[in-house]
């Protein structure tokens, strides 16, 4: 007697990831597959908010936009993901049917916080949706490693552990940082 075998997987829709319950988990649809992720560790929201206070003054001294933690959603064909972190220009219309994240600008820099939960999804899925997307640049931050995963289309991946050097389109001058100074 042999082994049944799962040759589909479920796939989810937006209506159905919208009616899924408020209770504390983390709950995305990328092409039809819906991840669902534990509330994040203290580890995981420090790099969140010492990420923000680094790249923050930079974003608002070069007008490149804003920076968007969660709850902020990015939306590609039927795929919604909340980025730990992402930088995208204002909304240019917020009136009428021109104001929800389906029409919003595509983020310059995506930010995900690996965690053993998490680390697969954003190497693959994750990391494939936002290229698709255009996004500029997209950064996977491995606090296990003490690394910066940074992403760009058309290029290899680089892996940086010493000095993050970040220069979106637009800027006339990098944000250069310590990769360390996430992980004190």
């Keep these: 007697m042999g082994v049944a075998v799962a040759t589909q997987v479920r796939q989810w829709?937006?209506?159905?990831?919208?009616?899924?319950?408020e209770d504390g988990n983390k709950y995305e649809l990328v092409r039809g597959e819906l991840f669902v992720t534990p509330p994040p560790t203290d580890e995981h929201e420090t790099i969140g908010a010492i990420l923000h206070d680094i790249i923050g003054p930079y974003v608002r001294a070069h007008e490149l936009g804003l920076v968007y933690r969660p709850k902020a959603v990015m939306r590609l064909d039927g795929s919604e993901v909340e980025p730990d972190l992402m930088v995208r220009s204002r909304h240019p219309s917020r009136t009428?049917?021109?104001r929800d994240?389906?029409?919003?600008p595509v983020p310059i820099l995506v930010v995900e916080i690996a965690s053993p939960y998490t680390r697969r999804r954003d190497r693959d899925q994750k990391k494939r949706l936002y290229l698709d997307a255009g996004v500029a640049e997209y950064w996977i931050v491995d606090a296990e490693s003490r690394e910066i995963r940074m992403i760009r289309p058309g290029q290899?991946?680089?892996?940086?552990?010493?000095?993050?050097?970040?220069?979106?389109?637009?800027?006339?001058?990098?944000?250069?940082?310590?990769?360390?100074?996430?992980f004190s």
Excluded at 101 to 104: I, K, L, P, V, Y
Excluded at 166 to 182: H, K, M, Q, R
């Design 13 to 21: 829709t937006l209506e159905e990831l919208h009616r899924l319950p």
């Design 96 to 98: 009428g049917t021109d």
């Design 101 to 104: 994240w389906n029409t919003a």
């Design 156 to 182: 290899d991946d680089l892996i940086v552990s010493d000095r993050i050097r970040w220069l979106p389109s637009g800027a006339p001058e990098a944000l250069t940082f310590e990769v360390s100074v996430l």
